[in-house]
């Protein structure tokens, strides 16, 4: 009986301190609300997030799994719609404003990254993506092969993050 109070216990202080960490830390109130939309509008479920603690932000990280099967072009969408919505979350919330000292975030100020798996775990294979992510200002999609258990690194695809941003607000118009 002890050990189900304390345990009891433990979990609704561990609901309030998390309840007040999001009102005391902006950034992390504007990446929960980010991650809502995406879950609305692309069916992405956030598993991870990390930000900067401090006088500034210096990195966000996000990342989501997704498990739908998709293949570039959709990917491609979802991976845009998600970035420009943090971007323009966090660049356009006042009470970020003051940890933004080196000016609006950026993409090279962003990690963001997007698995493709089913409800078991299992990646998606060719001709679908397992995993696209953000690297200098690049989107990577990558390919694999659950037979061997690995990426299939020299099916890997790359385009400038700009490119896949004029693709799709020209598929957009």
Do not use: W
């Amino acid at each position: 009986m002890r050990g189900g109070l304390f345990l009891l216990l433990m979990l609704l202080a561990s609901c309030s301190s998390k309840e007040s960490v999001m009102n005391e830390d902006p950034l992390l109130t504007v990446i929960h609300k980010s991650a809502g939309i995406q879950k609305e509008k692309n069916k992405l479920s956030l598993i991870a997030s990390n930000c900067s603690n401090g006088d500034e932000i210096e990195e966000v990280s996000l990342q989501y799994l997704s498990h739908k099967k998709m293949e570039i072009p959709e990917v491609r969408k979802v991976f845009v719609e998600s970035v420009e919505n943090i971007l323009d979350l966090v660049n356009s919330d006042e009470k970020v404003d003051p940890y933004l000292k080196k000016g609006p975030v950026s993409l090279d100020q962003l990690n963001v990254s997007i698995g493709f798996a089913d409800n078991n775990g299992e990646l998606f294979e060719p001709p679908y993506i397992a995993y696209a992510y953000l690297y200098e200002q690049k989107i990577y999609y990558c390919y694999h092969d659950n037979l061997f258990g690995k990426f299939i690194i020299e099916e890997d695809i790359e385009e400038s993050y700009y490119d896949a941003l004029q693709l799709v607000q020209i598929k957009n118009k």
